[in-house]
């Protein structure tokens, strides 16, 4: 299993961006780039399970350490 590393502000930041994104999708229904808005599916995910692939690959770690 991927080992957590996004906590804190960073993972209320990224579910708050992404289920707007999300929103954005359903209430302009009409834009011509709306499947854009899907992007907001990313920092959802990452942010409900807490892990996030390009931190790990940069070595960045939100997460409080657990000692």
Same mark, same amino acid.
């Given at each position: 299993? &991927? @080992?957590?590393?996004? !906590?804190?502000i960073d993972r209320i &930041?990224?579910? =708050? =961006? !992404? $289920? %707007? &994104?999300?929103? !954005?999708?359903?209430?302009?229904?009409? %834009?011509? &780039?709306?499947? $854009?808005?899907l992007i907001g599916l =990313?920092?959802? @995910?990452? !942010? $409900?399970?807490?892990?996030?692939?390009?931190?790990?690959?940069?070595g960045l770690n939100t997460?409080? @350490? +657990? +000692?």
């Open positions: 299993m &991927l @080992a957590r590393n996004v !906590g804190g &930041l990224r579910i =708050v =961006v !992404g $289920l %707007a &994104l999300l929103a !954005g999708f359903f209430l302009n229904s009409d %834009a011509s &780039l709306r499947w $854009l808005y =990313v920092p959802l @995910a990452t !942010g $409900l399970m807490q892990t996030c692939p390009l931190y790990t690959l940069i997460c409080p @350490a +657990k +000692k």
